[in-house]
């Protein structure tokens, strides 16, 4: 036999509500019809009541104040740095639209334009063109490399810059001697989707060592 719990002076019912609750049955022979459903209603109310006495409000969590996607979110950039190229999802790409893409090395590492640095360099960017996936143009900077480069789909793309990137940076710490990360970032791509656009950026790939070298006297001077 389960035991029950003695109610209280606060849950100890009146005496129309013992009368309330006992079994229609009892309450039948004593009442007629009409004084019956009645007592129904009064029994019913008085249920009602009692199951919204034992019903309790629930208490909703309270916003999040931290974490979460909101603006201002994210690393905020290092004074005195170039700020990264952002964590997005990148446009499709068609294949018919060639792509200017920028790969810049840590700050550590400012001299592929070495003697030593160049020639390993040069047969990286070689040897990264395969079948779906062509690098047509390049431009070897003392901490950044210019390409132009083709592709027949995203998954192409993603695949020949992956590879390159793993290619330059055994290269360049083989030639250098040393472990660790080369690109300090994610890889730039702006695709070319005019005629125009191609044009200004040959223009600008062929002709960026020159524009270097000129500035670099420049800033000396």
Known sequence: MALQRRPGNADRPSDGARWLDRPLEVQRHRL???ALDRRYL????????????RLQQL???????????????????????????????????HASYPLHVTLRTGPTIRCLRAARV??????????????GFRVVHFSIQDDHLHLIVEAEDRAALTRGLRGLAVRLARAVNRALGRRGPVCSDRYHARPLTSPRAVRIALVYVLKSASYCFTSLQARNH
């Open 118 to 131: 160049f020639p390993s360099v040069r047969r990286v960017l070689a040897a990264s063109s395969h079948d």
């Open 42 to 53: 009064a029994w019913y109310e008085v249920r009602l009541f009692k199951m919204a006495h």
């Open 32 to 34: 007629s019809p009409a």
């Open 59 to 93: 208490v909703l969590p309270s916003p999040r104040t931290w974490g979460g996607r909101r603006a201002g979110a994210g690393r905020k950039p290092t004074a005195g740095r170039r700020r990264g190229v952002p964590h997005v999802a990148r446009p499709p790409h």
